[in-house]
T-cell receptor
Framework: DAGVIQSPRHEVTEMGQEVTLRCKPISGHNSLFWYRQTMMRGLELLIYFNNNVPIDDSGMPEDRFSAKMPNASFSTLKIQPSEPRDSAVYFC????????????FGPGTRLLVL | GENVEQHPSTLSVQEGDSAVIKCTYSDSASNYFPWYKQELGKGPQLIIDIRSNVGEKKDQRIAVTLNKTAKHFSLHITETQPEDSAVYFCAASIGFGNEKLTFGTGTRLTIIP
């Protein structure tokens, strides 16, 4: 079975550019989570969706970050404009209905903003 | 909000010996406690989890124990092997539809051949 799929796996961009990260959750999962991992702050929850609806975006650092889930099999996390402090590994995770806290992570996107 | 503390931050163990990682949590309402293993360049992988109605759970060489009174839980790995080398994260959640996980800061486990 395919796990959570993320693209791209690596992204290098210059400060001020727009960055879009993509995620395909596991089929049948209806909750989707975006996390950011850094050495300083560890794993932080940015936002999560249930049935394509954003439930909690309190972890989104600022208005430069936005996330969408247009359908059950696709989500994007966008940073515009990007800054060097956004450099991190971004993970997407998904979970089943009724077991939303049991989350399965994708391989991550390593973002470097120069 | 919930706060999860994890110790130690690094742990070196001789191959074949046991490893124990401990976590404490602050919110007494938390009742779901997963453990994740993260290898270099990969995403966290769920390896075992426990709910508050259970005191211990075991899966082959891995076991998790939970003490709700003291608000702490531990990961035990027996007969360690080189492939157990990774960073391990504990987490806590209120569960039962409350999806947010609060993670510990991680333990880098190194198995010495």
């Amino acid at each position: 079975d395919a796990g959570v799929i993320q693209s791209p796996r690596h992204e290098v961009t210059e400060m001020g550019q727009e960055v879009t990260l993509r995620c395909k959750p596991i089929s049948g999962h209806n909750s989707l989570f975006w996390y950011r991992q850094t050495m300083m702050r560890g794993l932080e929850l940015l936002i999560y969706f249930n049935n394509n609806v954003p439930i909690d975006d309190s972890g989104m650092p600022e208005d430069r970050f936005s996330a969408k889930m247009p359908n059950a099999s696709f989500s994007t996390l966008k940073i515009q404009p990007s800054e060097p402090r956004d450099s991190a590994v971004y993970f997407c995770a998904s979970s089943l209905p009724g077991l939303r806290e049991t989350q399965y992570f994708g391989p991550g996107t390593r973002l470097l903003v120069l | 909000g919930e706060n999860v503390e994890q110790h130690p931050s690094t742990l070196s163990v001789q191959e074949g010996d046991s490893a124990v990682i401990k976590c404490t949590y602050s919110d007494s309402a938390s009742n779901y406690f997963p453990w994740y293993k993260q290898e270099l360049g990969k995403g966290p992988q769920l390896i075992i989890d426990i709910r508050s109605n259970v005191g211990e759970k075991k899966d082959q060489r891995i076991a998790v124990t939970l003490n709700k009174t003291a608000k702490h839980f531990s990961l035990h790995i027996t007969e360690t092997q080189p492939e157990d080398s990774a960073v391990y994260f504990c987490a806590a959640s209120i569960g039962f539809g409350n999806e947010k996980l609060t993670f510990g800061t991680g333990t880098r486990l190194t198995i010495i051949p």
